[in-house]
């Protein structure tokens, strides 16, 4: 078995011609996944947009799978959350948020799972805790952020036995994704934001490959998965001619 992976995080709205294309170009090249671990828009985390996230138009052009949200893309509000995601060109993920009024959902969702060139892939979206019940804003917010690690101790062994490739696409810092490797060493790989601390190549903690690239549309990370044994080998570059 054999993927590539395209990697980005934290662009905060830096997207621009050059590096969308190169972003285009490696994905076809490759034909490759394109994941990306949030703070993807302009948005300051209480700011609401009156029409929708530039960003999401550049992403569509580069062709985007998945994304997870950062704490830019949340918003307290209903409305306000909506309003951040409104136009976002592929599903939107996260695990560990929870509505308090259940027949209202967050416009997100927890896991996306495809298969590509014959791989079954299911990525697993969770994102630093904004609300949390100890909070005071708690009474305030529409929703509410679970333990990111507990969350992901109960997907993982769900998701498990149905993937080939199991990611952690996350946006907790890297000190963060190293204690998820820890706590879930079934993971196979983490692609992580929000920290801005490029890791690449790729470390490994606990048998789980960690990665994040460089932020503010400085670079992607390609990652060639091959299948060897139970364990994925990996082998990666942070494309930085996308600068």
Known sequence: MRIAILHTNDAHNHWNEAFVARLRELKAQYDALMLDSGDCIRSGNI???LRPEPAWAWMRQAGYNAITIGNREFHITAAG???KTRGAPCPLLCANIRSKQPEKPPPVQ?????EHHGVRVAVLGLTVPMVTPRMKTAALSAYLFEPPLDTAKQWVSRLRPEADLLIALTHLG???????????PELDIILGGHSHTPVCPPEQVN???????PPFCKGATLLILERSGERWRVEARCDRKTA
Not at 110 to 114: F, I, R, S
Not at 174 to 184: F, T
Not at 207 to 213: A, P
């Open 47 to 49: 700011g609401v947009p």
């Open 81 to 83: 959350f909506l309003a």
């Open 110 to 114: 927890p896991v996306w799972q495809t």
């Open 174 to 184: 890297v000190v963060q994704d190293r204690r998820l490797a820890e706590a879930c």
């Open 207 to 213: 048998g789980v490959w960690i990665s994040q690239s």
